[in-house]
C-alpha cells in the first residue's frame, strides 16, 4: 500500500481556500496581475455572491470591488448548461459614469483573456464580422455609453455580435433595452450588478433605472456596490432587494488613548488638511508639488465647477512648477475629448496633474494617484470620500489634502469627524505662502488674461460658477456667502476685475489695478478684428438710443407741462390727474421694454429694427407737413357738426 501522501495546509486567505475553488484560468489571470490574495470585500462577496443570493456591499474605496462583482458574475454565466441564445442578455452592469463603465469593461476583457472559448470571440468586437456560434458558453460582453457612439450604432453591434453580458451607463442601457431585438427572459437573464449603487439610486437617474428594471425579470441576482451606502439601503426596495446580505468592510484605526475609530477610507491613504486664505491656494498647490517627497507622477485637483476646471487648465501652465503637464477632465467636454483627456492622464510618463471636478471622484481606478487635492471642498461628506479615495488604492500609499479657509470653513474639520472621517493638519511637507508668493502666483495669471481676452471672459465666468456653487452648498452653517472676502477669492483667481453680481454691490470692482478691460484684445486676430467692428456698431446703437431716450424724455415733459396745464384748469375733477399718471407709467415702460428688446436683438434684427424706425419717422413727417399745407391754405379737416 502506498504512503498516504501529506496533506498542504491552505492559508486562510488564499485564493486557493475559497470554496467552492475558482478555476485554474481565473487563478491564471488573478497570479499574472500580481493579485495574492483576496481582500477582504473580495472573500466576503465570493462567498455570498457566488451563491444565489442578492449582495448589498459597502466597503472603503480601492478595497477590489471591481473583481469582487465581476468573477462571480462571469462564473454564473459560464456555468449554464448551454450557451445563451442569440441576442439573448445574460447579465448587465451598470455605472454612473462612461469612465467607470469603459474601466469596468477593460478589466473585465483582460479577465476572459485568460479564458480561451471567450478570448478566442473578442477579435469580432473590433471588426465588421458577425461573431460565430459557440457550442459552449462564453462570455461575450458589449460597451454602451453614451456620447461616443450612437444608439444606432450600438444596435447595430449588439445584433452583430450578440453579447450576454452588458456593460454601460443608465441611458444608453434603457435606450438599447427597449429595442425589440434584445431580449432578458427570466430563461436565461442571471445577475444585475450597479456600481456605484447609491449615486445610481439618486434622483438623477432613478427614470432610467426604473425603465431598465422593467425589462429584466424579477426573478435574477442583484448586487449592489459601493463605498457608501447607507442612506440608500431605505430605497433597495425599489430595485428588487427584499432579503439582501448585507456585506460591510471597514477600516479601524487606533486614537490616541486607546479608542478604536472607524475610518471609511484605507490605511494607506494619509487624510489632511491645510488652512489657506483664497489668494494663496495657487501658490500652496504649486509648493505641495513642489515639495513632496517623493515627487507625485500623478495628482489630481477637484474643483467644483466644469468653469473653473476649463480655466485653471488654461492658466496653470504658466504657473506649476517646471516639468508637470496639465490635463482636464469635466462634463462640458464632449465625449471623445473626455476619453482622449483621460487616456492620456492615465497613459501619461511624466508627472501630469489633473484638474476635474466630481465627474472623476466615482470608482475610477487610474494607477499611481500619488496625490489628491481639493481646491473647492465638497459639502457631502461622501463625495469627500470618494474624491480623497483616486490616491491610496490597492495598498499604494497615498495623500489627500483639502483646502479651507481660515475661519468658519475650519468646521468642515469636525463635521469629517463626526461622519467617522477624521482629517489631521498637514504637517510634512509644512506649506507656508509668503503674501509675496501668492502675489506672484496672481500676478502670472493676470498677465494670461491680458494678453487675450478669451481667458479674461473664461476668469469671470469661472468665478460667478463658483460663486453660485457656493451659495448652493448644504452646509450652510459652514459655508456662508456672507463671510467671504471677495476681493481676496478674486485675487486667488487672478480676475482682471469683478464680475457683475449682487454679492459684490459696493466694492470697487476694478481691485484697485485700474485695468481697462474693453481694451483686452483676443489673441486671435480674427476674433479680435471681428470683435472691434462689433464694439464700434455697439457704441453707434448706443449712442442712437440715449438719443433716443433724450427726445422721448423731452416729448414726456412737454406732455406732463401740458397735462399739468389741463389739471390747472380741470381742477373740478380727480379722474385726468390719475388718466395721467397711468399715461406716465405706461410711456416709462414701454420704453424700458423697447431698450431691452433692443439690446437682445442680433446684428440683422437691429439694422431691420432701425430701418423701419426711419420709415416710421418718414411717414411722420410727411404727415405733420400736410397738416400744415392744409393749414396754410386755410383747410379745416375738423368735424364742426350737422348743418342745419
Known amino acids: 500500500m502506498a504512503p498516504e501522501q501529506p496533506r498542504v495546509k491552505k492559508a486562510p486567505r488564499s485564493w486557493d481556500a475559497l470554496t467552492p475553488s475558482l478555476a485554474q484560468w481565473v487563478l491564471d489571470y488573478l497570479s499574472s496581475n500580481g ?127 450578440s453579447p450576454n ?54 426573478q435574477r441576482r442583484t448586487g449592489l456596490f459601493s463605498a457608501s451606502l447607507s442612506e440608500a439601503v431605505e430605497r433597495l426596495i425599489t430595485v428588487g432587494l427584499l432579503y439582501p ?33 483664497a489668494s494663496q491656494k495657487v501658490a500652496a498647490l504649486c509648493q505641495l508639488l513642489e515639495t513632496l517627497e517623493p515627487r507625485p507622477t500623478r495628482a489630481i485637483v477637484f474643483f467644483s465647477t466644469c468653469y473653473a476646471v476649463k480655466y485653471f487648465a488654461r492658466v496653470l501652465h504658466g504657473v506649476l512648477p517646471p516639468g508637470f503637464s496639465i490635463a482636464s477632465l469635466h462634463g462640458k467636454l464632449e465625449p471623445k475629448v473626455r476619453e482622449k483627456n483621460f487616456e ?106 491680458q494678453a487675450d481676452r478669451e481667458i479674461y471672459q473664461l476668469a469671470q465666468r469661472a468665478f460667478v460658477s463658483w460663486a453660485r456653487s457656493y451659495i448652493e452648498h448644504q452646509a450652510t452653517s459652514i459655508f456662508r456667502v456672507s463671510d467671504l ?44 478684428k471681428k470683435r472691434q467692428v462689433e464694439l464700434e456698431k455697439w457704441k453707434k446703437e448706443k449712442a442712437a438710443r440715449e438719443a433716443g431716450w433724450a427726445n422721448a424724455n423731452n416729448n414726456a415733459a412737454a406732455d406732463g407741462a401740458a397735462s399739468a396745464k389741463r389739471k390747472k384748469n380741470d381742477a373740478w375733477s380727480g379722474k385726468l390727474e390719475q388718466e395721467d399718471v397711468k399715461v406716465a407709467r405706461r410711456e416709462k415702460k414701454r420704453r424700458k421694454r423697447d431698450a431691452q428688446r433692443l439690446e437682445q436683438m442680433t446684428e440683422k434684427e437691429r439694422e431691420e429694427h432701425r430701418k423701419l424706425e426711419e420709415m416710421i419717422g418718414e411717414v411722420r413727417k410727411r404727415n405733420a407737413e400736410e397738416i400744415m399745407a392744409k393749414k396754410a391754405a386755410g383747410e379745416d379737416d375738423e368735424f364742426g357738426g350737422f348743418d342745419d
Open 245 to 277: 446580505h448585507k456585506i460591510t468592510v471597514r477600516v479601524r484605526s487606533l486614537k490616541d488613548g486607546g479608542i478604536i475609530q472607524e475610518r471609511k477610507t484605507p490605511m494607506s491613504l494619509q487624510l489632511s488638511y491645510i488652512v489657506t486664505p
Open 165 to 218: 453580458l452588458l456593460i454601460g451607463t443608465p441611458g444608453r442601457l434603457a435606450e438599447l433595452l427597449s429595442s425589440p431585438y434584445v431580449k432578458a427572459p427570466s430563461s436565461s437573464f442571471e445577475v444585475l450588478v450597479m456600481d456605484e449603487a447609491d449615486r445610481l439610486l439618486d434622483l438623477g437617474f432613478s427614470q432610467e433605472l426604473t425603465r431598465i428594471l422593467g425589462y429584466l425579470p424579477k
Open 344 to 449: 492620456r492622464f492615465v497613459n501619461a510618463t511624466s508627472p501630469t496633474v489633473l484638474l476635474t471636478t466630481d465627474i472623476a471622484a466615482r470608482g475610477l481606478d487610474i494607477p499611481q494617484v500619488d496625490l489628491v487635492v481639493q481646491f473647492d471642498p465638497p459639502t457631502d461628506t461622501k463625495v469627500f470620500i470618494h474624491r480623497c479615495g483616486r490616491a491610496g488604492r490597492a495598498g499604494r500609499r497615498g495623500l489627500a489634502v483639502v483646502m479651507l479657509q481660515p475661519g468658519r470653513e475650519e468646521g468642515y474639520v469636525q463635521l469629517l469627524e463626526v461622519r467617522q472621517t477624521p482629517i489631521a493638519p498637514l504637517q510634512k511637507p509644512l506649506i507656508s505662502v509668503t503674501d509675496a508668493e501668492a502675489e506672484e502666483a496672481s500676478s502670472k495669471i493676470r498677465a494670461q488674461a
Open 35 to 161: 493579485f495574492e490574495q483576496p481582500t477582504p470585500v473580495q472573500k466576503s462577496c465570493f462567498d455570498i455572491f457566488r451563491g444565489n443570493k442578492d449582495v448589498v456591499v459597502e466597503a472603503v474605496t480601492g478595497s477590489g470591488k471591481t473583481l469582487a462583482f465581476l468573477i462571480p458574475v462571469v462564473e454564473k454565466l459560464l456555468r449554464s448548461e448551454e450557451p445563451a441564445k442569440r441576442h439573448h442578455v445574460q447579465g448587465i452592469i451598470i455605472s454612473p459614469t462612461r469612465e467607470l463603465a469603459s474601466q469596468i469593461y477593460n478589466v473585465l476583457v483582460s479577465l476572459i483573456k485568460f479564458h480561451a472559448p471567450s478570448s478566442d470571440l473578442l477579435p469580432c468586437a473590433k471588426s465588421d464580422e458577425k461573431r460565430p456560434t459557440s457550442t459552449e458558453p462564453v462570455i461575450v460582453p458589449q460597451l454602451l455609453v453614451g456620447g461616443t457612439t450612437k444608439a444606432a450604432e450600438d444596435l447595430g453591434a449588439f445584433l452583430r455580435l
Open 485 to 528: 472676502d471677495w476681493v481676496d477669492l478674486a485675487k486667488g483667481y487672478g480676475l482682471l476685475e469683478l464680475p457683475k453680481m449682487p454679492e459684490v454691490k459696493g466694492i470697487d470692482r476694478s481691485l484697485g489695478f485700474g485695468i481697462d478691460t474693453e481694451s483686452v484684445p483676443f489673441k486671435d486676430k480674427v476674433r479680435e
